[in-house]
C-alpha cells in the first residue's frame, strides 16, 4: 500500500505510451532504461522501506544492468551501425498510441478477470500486461533490428513487473540465471546487428526478406 | 556424475575458445563429445540396474534424472558424438575449401572455427543442463542458453542469407521463451498458498492442491513458449529459415537434440497438469497444435524445392506426431517417445546425408540435383535409406512409433484424429518420395570443370550408424530401452 510504488506504476504506463510515439531511437533507448530502473526500484518501494540485504544488493545489480549497461550497448550498436535516428515505424504514430492505449483498457480488463493473488499495489498487474504488450507492438511496427531489441527488452520489463505482482519468489541463483540470459541475448543481438548493418548496408528487418516458400515458385521459374 | 556431465563440455568448450592449433582442438571435440557419451552411458547402466542400488532425482535438488530425462540425454549425447565424427572431416573440408555460396555464386568467409567448436561443446553443456533440470527456473535458463549458444553455430557461414536466418531465430526464439517465462511466474502463483515455487517435484508432489485456471493459464504460456522453440505450427516459422542456412552439422543437431529438449520443456508441464487432473485440457491443446504441424509440414513439402527446407519441413512434421502422441495419452506416449528416439536418430542422419549432397552439386534446390547414385552412390544409398526410415515405412522404428499412435487415436474412438493422422503421413510419404526420387535417379549431366567426388568415410559412417540404429528400434526394442521408455510413459501418462 505504497503510495510511491503507485506512482512508479502510473509512471511506467506513461512510458508505455511515450515508448508508442517517440520517433527518436535515441529517446526510445532511454525511455526503456528509465522503464527498467523504474520497475528495479518497484520491490523496493513496494516493500516499505524494510528490505533484506539481498533484496537491495538484486535490485541494484537489476538497475545497473537495465539502467547502464543495456542502454551502453543499444547506443554502441547504433552508432556503430550509423543508423539513422529515427525509429522507422511501419505504422503511423497515432495508430501505434491507440494500439497502445487499448491495450492498456484490455489489460485491465483481464487484470481484474484473472484469479490473482491480491498485491497491496493497485494497477500492477495491468501495468505489467501492458508493458508487455508495447514491446510487442514495438518488435512488429518498428522495422529497424534495434528497436526489436528495445521491444525484447520492454518485454522483459514487464514480465519482471508482472513476477512482483505475483510475488512468486525464485531461488537467487535462478533469478541470475534469468538476468545471465538477457544479458547475453542482448549482446549477442548487438552482434548480430553489427554483422546485419555490415552485410546489408542497413539494419531494416522489413527488408530481410531473402528466406521464404512462396517466392520460390518465381525463383523456380527462372532456371 | 551430474557436475561432471555439465563441466565437461562447458570446460572444454571454453578451453577451445583458447587453443590456437585446429588439429588439437579437433581432438578435445572428439574426446569431450567421447566422454560425455561415456558418463552417460555409465548413468544409464547406474540407473538401470537395480542392484547398483542408485537412486533416482532426489527431491529438492535442482538437477536430477528421471527417465524421461534421461532418454533425451542419451538421444543427445549419442547425437552429438555422431556430429563431432563427422564435423572433423567437415572443418577440414571448409577450411581447404571456403566457401562460394551454393546457389547465387558470391564468395563468403567462415566464422573462425574456434568459435564453431566452443559453441558447440556449450551448446551440449547447455542441453545436458536441461535435460538435468528439476527446476523449471534452471530448465527455462537452460532453454534460453540453448538458443543463444545456437545462434553463432548457425551463422557459421558469413553470408546474408545465414544472417538473417540466425537473427529471425535469436528473436522469435527469445521472445517466445521469455512467455515461457510468463508460464513459469503463472506456475508460481497457482503453488503460492502451498509455497512450492517451481521444484518439480515438489510441484508433482502437490499437484492437485495447484490453483486451476492459474495452472490452467501457465500451461497454455509454457506451451507457446516452448512450443515456439520446438518448432509447432503456427510458431515454426524460424524453423526452415535456420535449418536450411545453417551448416549441415548444425541442422543436425537442432533437429534431433534441440527440438526434443523443448519438447521436454513441455512434457514437464504436461506433467504437472496430469497431476492436477488437467490432463484433459493439456492433452487436447497438444492433440490440436500436433495435428496443425502435421498439416502445415504436408502442405509446406508437397510444393517444396530446397532438400534441407523440406528436411526442415519433416522435422516440424515429425514434431507435430510428438504432440499429438504426448497428448492423446496412454500407448501412444510410448509410440510418440519411441518416435522421438527414431526421429533423432534418422533426422541427424539425413542432415548429415544432405551436407555431402550440398559438397557434391554446390545448390540446394531440387530441381539441380539429379543423378545422385551415380555421382556419390553411397551418399545416394544413405538418403534413400533415410527416406524409407524416417517416412515411417516399415520396419523403421518411427514405423512402430506411428503405429502405436494411431492405435491409441483408434483406440480411445478419436476417428477423426486417425483420420487427419493417415492422410497427412500419406501426403508427406508422397510429397517426400517424389523429391528423394528425383534427386536419386535420372541422369546427371557433368558441368566442364567438375571433379569427381570423394565421399569421404567419416562423414558418411555417422549418418550409417544412426540408420541402423533406427532400422534396429524398429525390428527390437532392447529391454533396457523398454524399461526406460515405459518409466517415462508412467511419468507423463494420466492419472486415473
Not at chain 2, 52 to 63: R, T
Not at chain 2, 172 to 185: D, E, Q, R, T
Not at chain 2, 362 to 378: E, N, Y
Request: hydrophobic share 55%; net charge neutral; aromatic share 10%.
Amino acid at each position: 500500500m505504497s503510495t510511491l510504488a503507485e506512482l512508479t506504476i502510473v509512471f511506467i504506463i506513461l512510458l508505455n505510451l511515450a515508448l508508442a510515439v517517440s520517433g527518436s531511437m535515441s529517446v526510445c533507448i532511454r525511455l526503456a532504461a528509465i522503464q527498467g530502473v523504474a520497475a528495479g526500484l518497484l520491490p523496493l518501494l513496494a516493500g516499505g522501506g524494510v528490505m533484506r540485504g539481498r533484496a537491495m544488493a538484486f535490485a541494484a545489480f537489476i538497475i545497473l544492468l537495465k539502467g547502464a549497461v543495456f542502454p551502453w550497448l543499444m547506443f554502441r550498436a547504433r552508432e556503430k551501425t550509423g543508423a539513422r535516428r529515427d525509429v522507422d515505424p511501419l505504422i503511423g504514430y497515432p495508430s501505434s498510441i491507440m494500439l497502445c492505449l487499448g491495450a492498456f483498457a484490455a489489460s485491465s480488463w483481464l487484470g481484474s478477470r484473472l484469479p490473482l493473488p491480491h498485491s497491496g499495489v493497485a494497477f500492477i498487474v495491468p501495468a505489467s500486461l501492458a508493458t508487455i504488450f508495447t514491446g510487442f507492438l514495438l518488435i512488429t511496427t518498428r522495422a529497424k533490428a534495434i528497436t526489436q531489441v528495445l521491444g525484447y527488452l520492454v518485454i522483459e520489463n514487464g514480465i519482471y513487473i508482472f513476477g512482483l505482482a505475483l510475488f512468486v519468489e525464485q531461488p537467487l541463483m535462478v533469478e541470475l540465471a534469468i538476468l545471465l540470459d538477457v544479458f547475453v541475448a542482448v549482446f549477442v543481438m548487438g552482434i548480430a546487428i553489427f554483422h546485419i548493418s555490415r552485410e546489408f548496408d542497413h539494419i531494416d528487418t522489413d527488408q530481410m526478406d531473402e528466406l521464404t516458400d512462396w517466392h520460390q515458385s518465381e525463383e523456380g521459374g527462372n532456371i | 556424475m551430474i557436475t561432471a556431465l555439465l563441466t565437461l563440455p562447458l570446460l572444454s568448450g571454453l578451453v577451445s575458445f583458447i587453443i590456437k592449433s585446429d588439429a588439437a582442438r579437433r581432438r578435445l571435440l572428439l574426446a569431450a563429445t567421447a566422454g560425455h557419451l561415456a558418463l552417460t552411458a555409465a548413468l544409464f547402466a547406474a540407473r538401470l540396474n537395480p542392484a547398483l542400488g542408485v537412486p533416482w532425482a532426489a527431491a529438492g535438488e535442482w538437477f536430477g534424472f528421471d527417465e524421461l530425462g534421461l532418454l533425451f540425454l542419451g538421444v543427445t549425447s549419442v547425437l552429438f558424438l555422431g556430429a563431432s565424427v563427422y564435423s572433423v572431416r567437415y572443418l577440414a573440408l571448409e577450411k581447404r575449401d571456403p566457401g562460394e555460396d551454393a546457389d547465387d555464386g558470391f564468395i563468403f568467409n567462415n566464422a573462425p572455427e574456434a568459435v564453431f567448436t566452443g559453441c558447440l561443446l556449450l551448446f551440449l553443456s547447455a542441453m545436458t543442463a536441461v535435460t538435468a533440470s528439476r527446476h523449471l527456473g534452471i530448465l527455462w535458463a537452460a532453454v534460453e542458453a540453448t538458443t543463444l549458444l545456437s545462434a553463432p553455430l548457425i551463422y557459421f557461414h558469413r553470408h546474408k542469407r545465414s544472417l538473417e536466418a540466425t537473427w529471425k531465430y535469436l528473436l522469435i526464439c527469445s521472445v517466445g521463451i521469455a512467455l515461457a517465462l510468463m508460464g513459469n511466474l503463472f506456475l508460481g502463483a497457482a503453488g503460492l498458498r502451498t509455497g512450492f515455487g517451481l521444484n518439480l517435484d515438489a510441484l508433482l508432489g502437490g499437484a492437485l492442491q495447484l490453483d486451476k485456471p492459474l495452472l490452467k493459464a501457465a500451461f497454455l504460456f509454457l506451451f507457446v513458449g516452448y512450443g515456439t522453440k520446438m518448432g509447432l505450427a503456427p510458431f515454426h516459422t524460424w524453423l526452415p529459415d535456420a535449418h536450411s542456412e545453417a551448416p549441415a552439422v548444425v541442422s543436425a543437431l537442432l533437429s534431433g537434440a534441440l527440438l526434443n529438449c523443448a519438447f521436454l520443456g513441455i512434457l514437464r508441464a504436461v506433467q504437472i497438469c496430469s497431476g492436477a487432473g488437467l490432463s484433459d485440457f493439456s492433452g487436447g491443446i497438444l492433440v490440436l497444435f500436433g495435428l496443425l504441424s502435421l498439416m502445415t509440414a504436408g502442405l509446406f513439402i508437397l510444393g517444396q524445392r530446397d532438400y534441407k527446407r523440406m528436411l526442415a519441413y519433416s522435422s516440424i512434421e515429425h514434431m507435430g506426431i510428438l504432440a499429438l502422441g504426448a497428448g492423446l495419452g496412454g500407448g501412444a506416449v510410448y509410440g510418440a517417445l519411441l518416435g522421438a528416439v527414431g526421429h533423432s536418430l534418422a533426422k541427424a542422419g539425413l542432415f548429415f546425408t544432405s551436407g555431402l549432397i550440398l559438397a557434391a552439386y554446390r545448390t540446394k534446390r531440387i530441381s539441380d540435383v539429379k543423378g545422385l547414385l551415380g555421382r556419390a552412390p553411397r551418399t545416394a544409398a544413405l538418403w534413400l535409406a533415410g527416406f524409407f526410415l524416417i517416412t515411417g515405412t516399415p520396419p523403421s522404428g518411427i514405423f512402430l512409433g506411428k503405429f502405436l499412435i494411431l492405435k491409441e487415436a483408434v483406440a480411445s474412438g478419436k476417428y477423426l484424429v486417425a483420420g487427419v493422422y493417415l492422410l497427412f503421413l500419406g501426403i508427406v510419404f508422397a510429397g517426400m518420395a517424389r523429391i528423394f526420387i528425383n534427386m536419386a535417379f535420372g541422369a546427371h549431366a557433368p558441368g566442364p570443370d567438375e571433379k569427381p567426388f570423394y565421399e569421404s568415410r567419416g562423414m558418411v559412417a555417422p549418418a550409417c550408424v544412426f540408420f541402423c540404429c533406427v532400422l534396429a528400434l524398429g525390428l527390437y526394442v532392447p529391454a533396457w530401452l523398454d524399461t526406460l521408455i515405459s518409466g517415462a510413459q508412467a511419468l507423463i501418462g494420466r492419472a486415473p
